[in-house]
């Protein structure tokens, strides 16, 4: 049976590589939200961001960050984090620059989100990990993403379990 997971990841220029990974099919995850829904959700404010956010990750074991080119530090991928770590779910990122988007171009590899994060007195880093998928082409880096990404979240919760 798959996991029920939760996808973090920077909207605008990640959609498509996001939806790559998502329909792998290794995870039940969460269902995306459209660029109407989304602009919906963000018009109401801060309090309507928390209160969607915390709908979606419900009853999900495990927040899947798939790390792009500008994903780190930013204000709602931070507060998925922490959210997901206090709520006692697995966490992991996955890279996902090297996959082609939309218009087939790739990105360059942005810094690590869990950098951002302390968990007591160190970063959340030094616990979770952070994937690089492995590969000379997009196609590969995805075949990587496809054959391991079910191991990464398995991981990833027995890691939450033991901190």
């Known amino acids: 049976m798959a996991r029920r997971v939760f996808y973090s990841f920077h909207y605008k220029p990640d959609n498509w590589r996001a939806a790559q990974v ?9 269902k995306p939200a459209s660029d109407n829904d989304w602009e919906k959700v963000t018009k109401d404010g801060d309090a309507a961001i928390k209160r969607w956010i915390a709908s979606q990750m419900h009853g999900r074991s ?27 779910m697995g966490v992991v990122g996955i890279r996902i620059h090297g996959l082609k988007d939309l218009d087939d171009n790739t990105s360059s590899m942005g810094n690590n989100p869990f950098d951002y994060i302390k ?3 160190k970063k959340l880093s030094s616990i979770v990990k952070c994937y690089n998928p492995v590969g000379q082409d997009s196609k590969e880096k995805y075949e990587w993403i496809s054959k391991r990404l079910a191991k990464a979240v398995e991981e990833a919760i027995k890691i939450r379990k033991e901190n």
Do not use: D, M, P
Request: aromatic share 6%; glycine share 12%.
């Open 22 to 30: 998502r329909n792998i099919g290794a995870t039940e995850g969460n």
């Open 119 to 121: 968990c007591g007195n």
């Open 62 to 88: 495990c927040t899947v960050v798939l790390v792009g080119t500008n994903t780190a530090n930013r204000k709602w991928i931070n507060h998925e984090i922490i959210e997901s770590w206090k709520q006692g």
